[in-house]
């Protein structure tokens, strides 16, 4: 969420409950199956080597790197935090046919819906909240009071996160790691931008960057891309060590001339809107004001409701509503 948060707000995905005990049973069962597979892959590694002569395996121990996936401007996508994707098996497809889905991590968990976009050619953008304590989310109760900070404006049951504590950044970690098993292509990690905010936790735009420094290295050493959310003050430190920008309210803003800079640097603005009528019918004139925007060309713009629930429309006029569990 940016600037003033009552009008505008990713955190709508703070608005569902998260999934439930089943969900950390099921992913302490993937978890325990990764992790003796991957011992089992190591040692078997290591055994081979250990057993073979000196010459170079051809495969190495470690499953292979892939570099970081670096989206191009004007990538299509959806947004959609506030509900679980659901996929056919039998007829596999999704609607919209954009490139790139952005979803809320926590509730994807007990799904396998990330590989299955993969299988459909689609790359998965897994957001959480870095900067603000969601009382709901399963990790939630590792939280300490002494690390947060106000409520967030507008939303209620949210708090700024100190994000110099060890503590937050430990928690942190280990939701990228969580990421990176779920198969995510890149984190989309949402309240960057506490400085701008009455946050009760004096933060700076030192600290900011600092922060998304932390969690970008964290994502790159997972093979994960990550976007810069909102917070444009950070844009000249950390544009080179982001894929992406995720935007929300430019164009009703009047400040896209900020976020351009990530598409002069090649790099897509995932750019969203919220114009009356989202949801419904967007007036052309409304839709106008959130498609040509002064500075925003090559964004990839989707008007939504501040939900983001599976609604969304294009600038082309092309509406459509993904396939999500009731
Ligand atoms: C941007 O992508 C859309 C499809 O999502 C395509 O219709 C349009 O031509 C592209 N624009 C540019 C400048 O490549
Ligand atoms: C899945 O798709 C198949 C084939 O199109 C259809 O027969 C079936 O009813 C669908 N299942 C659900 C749960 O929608
Ligand atoms: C995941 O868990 C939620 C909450 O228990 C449940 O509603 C949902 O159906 C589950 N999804 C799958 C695919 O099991
Ligand atoms: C935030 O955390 C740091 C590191 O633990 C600590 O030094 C600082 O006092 C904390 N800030 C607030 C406002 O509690």
């Not at 507008?154 to 430990?170: A, C, F, M, Y």
């Not at 990690?189 to 998304?212: C, F, K, Q, R």
């Not at 004139?285 to 629930?309: H, I, P, Y």
Request: overall charge negative.
């Amino acid at each position: 969420m940016a600037v003033s948060s009552g009008d505008e707000g990713t955190a709508g995905g703070a608005k569902i409950v998260d999934v439930s005990r089943r969900t950390a049973l099921t992913l302490v069962g993937i978890l325990v199956t990764l992790t003796i597979g991957v011992a089992l892959g190591l040692g078997l590694g290591f055994g081979l080597n250990h057993n073979g002569s000196d010459s170079q395996s051809p495969n190495p121990p470690h499953p292979t790197a892939s570099a970081t996936w670096q989206p191009a401007v004007n990538t299509s996508w959806q947004i959609i935090l506030s509900q679980e994707l659901s996929i056919n098996h039998t007829n596999p497809s999704i609607t919209p046919d954009v490139e790139v889905f952005d979803i809320d991590m926590f509730v994807h968990l007990n799904t396998t819906i990330i590989h299955d976009l993969h299988k459909l050619d689609k790359k998965v953008i897994c957001y959480f909240s870095a900067g603000s304590y969601e009382p709901f989310r399963r990790d939630s109760d590792k939280f300490q009071d002494s690390d947060m900070g106000n409520v967030l404006d507008g939303w209620e049951d949210e708090k700024w996160l100190n994000i110099t504590s060890p503590h937050v950044r430990g928690i942190m970690s280990d939701r990228i790691d969580l990421a990176a098993l779920l198969g995510c292509d890149a984190i989309d990690p949402d309240n960057m931008d506490g400085y701008l905010n009455d946050n009760g936790l004096d933060i700076t735009t030192d600290e900011a960057v600092d922060y998304l420094k932390f969690l970008a290295d964290k994502a790159k050493a997972k093979n994960m891309a990550i976007g810069l959310k909102n917070a444009p003050d950070l844009i000249p430190d950390v544009l080179d060590i982001v894929q992406f920008s995720v935007n929300e309210q430019c164009a009703a803003q009047d400040n896209c001339a900020s976020f351009s800079a990530f598409i002069e640097a090649g790099k897509p603005v995932f750019h969203i809107e919220y114009p009356s009528g989202a949801g419904r019918n967007i007036a052309a004139s409304a839709s106008k004001r959130s498609c040509t925007a002064k500075d925003m060309a090559g964004f990839s713009t989707v008007m939504k409701e501040l939900k983001l629930d599976a609604w969304v429309e294009y600038c082309d006029g092309t509406r459509a509503y993904t396939n999500v569990v009731d």
